[in-house]
């Protein structure tokens, strides 16, 4: 299981705050055994401390000044590291910050895109209109040149196709010669 930058950073929290306790404490002691040191030599001085018990008190204070130290590298171990965790979620929130105003600019763009493409397909749609009613006017025009034109052509094509009937005279006769029956003696 991943954990977050803030639990790892709360657990280095708690961590230092425990090592800073565990400083003060050791301090403390190593304040109350240098006065009660002090104390004695100063009230009794006809004592002098053994060897070996100033030598276990040297070694003591040197292994005290030596977690000392180990203790203050920690410290700069992770407060170096803490640094580190708060430049990262300073970026972090950066980034976040950008990809929000991204989002917001992206959600208004496709919010608007209904509304650019009806007016898009509105003009096209203008002119492809423009344009049916102009091929309509033409295509009726063209359509009384049509009917006109053939009105004219069929009249050219009766007078000229109209069949030579032979005239009749007043007496009844029939002019080149022809003649016709008649019913009078019926």
Known sequence: MTQSPYTDMNEQQA???RLTAELDLRDQLVQQLSQELFRLVKGNTGF?????????????VRALRDQLRGVEKQ???????????ESEVV????????????SRMLEQVVQELPTVYRQK??????????????????N????????????????RTRRSQRLELPSLNPDGSVEGGVSLPSFSNV
Do not use: C, N, W
């Open 15 to 17: 961590e230092i705050a």
């Open 48 to 60: 002098m401390p053994s060897p070996e018990v100033s030598e276990q008190h040297q070694a003591e």
């Open 75 to 85: 410290i700069d171990f992770y407060q170096g590291q803490l640094e580190e965790r």
């Open 91 to 102: 970026q972090l929130r950066q980034t976040v910050q950008e990809l929000t105003d991204r």
């Open 121 to 138: 397909f509105s003009e096209r749609l203008t002119t492809v209109k423009q344009r049916v009613v102009d091929l309509q006017r033409e």
């Open 140 to 155: 009726r025009q063209l359509q009384a040149e049509l009917q006109s034109v053939t009105y004219r052509l069929a009249m």
